[in-house]
């Protein structure tokens, strides 16, 4: 069963939390790669410091502000796409970071992709979850409750409170307080895949 709309259209946070244990699908070139949503950061728009919306709508977050369950990929450092899950009613801008999967399904292609590092090290961090499963520009403003689109998200089995870390976010950079400490990234405690 793939995630919901409804699913999407809640507060940020607690999109980021539930995706957590969830799986995330790429076909790519007539294959299924897959794996396990371990890590995720919550933006919430308007009112959070270190959020692409804080400033306004521009051409690059228009997707934030568009209808809950799609794809917001953008290019950081002229080198990384990251994937996104926009979250949250129409004109509410906020989306959820994919920071990390478990690799599943595609191991070999995931290899391929990310060869020359260990498998812990395929997907753990946003920019290496998208080079191992293909993801660029191109699938910006996917419809992940679509699997039709070819990126998608499953639902899976809702992880217990105790199975589960928060911290602050990763990588903010200048992003003055509370921003900076608020913590809104979210992870499955111990597993190996988490970003460092």
């Known amino acids: 069963m793939?995630?919901?709309r409804d699913f999407c259209a809640r507060r940020a946070t607690l999109v980021a939390r539930d995706l957590l244990g969830?799986?995330?699908v790429r076909q790519l070139d007539g294959q299924r790669l897959s794996g396990r949503i371990v890590e995720t950061e919550a933006y919430t728009g308007h009112d959070d410091g270190a959020s692409h919306a804080y400033r306004?709508?521009?051409p690059r977050n228009l997707p934030m502000w568009g209808a809950p369950g799609h794809a917001y990929v953008?290019?950081?450092?002229?080198v990384y796409w990251l994937l996104n899950v926009t979250c949250e009613p129409v004109d509410?801008?906020?989306?959820?970071?994919l920071r990390a999967i478990e690799p599943l399904e595609g191991l070999d292609i995931m290899a391929a992709r990310r060869a020359g590092h260990p498998p812990t090290?395929?997907?753990?961090g946003p920019g290496?979850?998208?080079l191992a499963l293909g993801i660029s520009g191109d699938d910006n403003r996917a419809d992940l409750t679509d699997p039709a689109c070819g990126l998608w998200i499953e639902a899976g089995e809702p992880l217990p409170d105790d199975a589960i870390s928060t911290g602050p976010r990763v990588g903010l950079g200048q992003v003055p307080e509370p921003w900076?400490?608020?913590?809104?990234?979210?992870?499955?405690t111990a597993n190996p895949f988490v970003s460092r």
Do not use: K
């Open 121 to 124: 090290r395929w997907t753990s």
């Open 128 to 130: 290496r979850l998208t």
């Open 2 to 4: 793939n995630v919901s």
């Open 56 to 58: 306004g709508r521009t």
């Open 74 to 78: 953008y290019l950081t450092y002229g």
């Open 22 to 24: 969830m799986t995330l």
């Open 92 to 97: 509410q801008p906020a989306a959820v970071l």
């Open 180 to 188: 900076l400490s608020i913590p809104w990234r979210f992870w499955i």
